[in-house]
């Protein structure tokens, strides 16, 4: 079952501009966990976020996480066109066995040169 | 490179026959996790072991089957395959449960 439902589900912008995911989930969590996946390809693993975490950053991305709204955001700023590609959340839920993560369908995001 | 590797790259078969699918995890972790992503269902997790123990199951029917060797090496058998089998198979790896997982390149199967 999808837990996380990413928000849009397509994204085009230009180069330069900032791009902005949202996820929203239904229940507790240990910890969100953001992914990007080129065109069928592996996923790369780019934030974690605890529960207890109100935000992170790494590099050009930034994790927002409100568990009052069970739901987190990314931002990716200055967009490159290598950012293009598909961003999902998942949830590790709390009251089950950890790291049983559960992936929403993905944000596919195009950024165009 | 995330450090988890997966064999074969590609898998072509036909219905009703095996197939068994090979990961190693990154050096020093000791959780490995399997998930399938296709087309309808999205990413599902399949199942999950800690060093060489089975820890939790998901949605992993019942002609699948893994298990984790005390080098942690993990492998995922497929048996009686379907046309709807066909996916991308992830495995990742953690060096605990409830961390950062790092997923492999994916295993893609064609069942024809």
């Known amino acids: 079952s999808q837990q996380g439902e990413e928000d849009p589900q397509a994204l085009s912008i230009q180069e330069g501009e900032n791009a902005t995911m949202n996820c929203s989930y239904k229940?507790?969590?240990?910890?969100l966990q953001w992914y990007r996946q080129n065109s069928g390809r592996g996923l790369v693993h780019l934030i974690l976020i605890r529960s207890n975490e109100r935000e992170k950053h790494s590099g050009r991305l930034r994790v927002t996480l409100d568990t009052s709204k069970k739901s987190s955001s990314l931002l990716i700023t200055a967009s490159r066109a290598a950012d293009t590609a598909s961003y999902f959340c998942a949830t590790d839920p709390t009251g089950g066995s950890q790291g049983n993560l559960i992936f929403g369908k993905g944000t596919k995001l195009s950024v165009k040169p | 490179d995330s450090g988890v590797t997966q064999t074969p790259k590609h898998l072509i078969t036909a219905t009703g026959q095996r197939v068994t699918l090979r990961c190693s995890p990154r050096?020093?972790?000791?959780?490995v996790y399997w998930y399938q992503q296709s087309l309808d269902q999205g990413l599902q997790f399949l199942i999950q072991?800690?060093?060489?123990?089975?820890?939790a199951k998901g949605n992993i029917l019942e002609r699948f089957s893994a298990q984790q060797f005390p080098d942690l090496h993990s492998e995922l058998n497929l048996s009686s395959l379907e046309l709807g089998d066909s996916a991308l198979y992830f495995c990742?790896?953690?060096?605990?449960?409830?961390?950062?997982?790092?997923f492999g390149p994916g295993t893609r199967l064609l069942v024809l």
């Open positions: 050096s020093g972790d000791l959780s």
């Open positions: 990742a790896s953690s060096v605990l449960y409830g961390e950062t997982q790092y």
């Open positions: 072991y800690y060093n060489g123990e089975e820890r």
């Open positions: 229940t507790s969590i240990n910890n």
